[in-house]
């Protein structure tokens, strides 16, 4: 996707990395990993994320997640081609 949109000529966010994508990565691993100690495997395939439509967003997760987008929710992208979520 990064890479669509830079070739498109849309700003997505300050990049540091040759194949376009917004940083650290670090910190999107990290906040999976809070989701994950809520989530159930059953065996198999198969996962139990019922906790997470019942529950309230951590915290944790919001800081985390935001981080790789900072740049971006800061951004004037609208006239850029580009929309909010």
């Not at 700003?11 to 994508?21: K, M, S, V």
Request: aromatic fraction near 10%; glycine fraction near 8%.
């Amino acid at each position: 996707m990064s890479q669509t949109l830079s070739a498109s000529g849309v700003f997505y966010g300050l990049t540091a990395q040759p194949p376009g994508d917004l940083l650290p990565p670090q910190p999107m691993y990290d906040a999976c990993r809070v989701l994950a100690r809520f989530v159930e495997w059953k065996g198999g395939l198969n996962w139990d994320f019922s906790k997470l439509h019942e529950m309230p967003i951590p915290d944790e997760f919001t800081e985390l997640g935001s981080i790789p987008t900072c740049n971006l929710s800061r951004c004037t992208c609208a006239e850029e081609g580009l929309e909010d979520p």
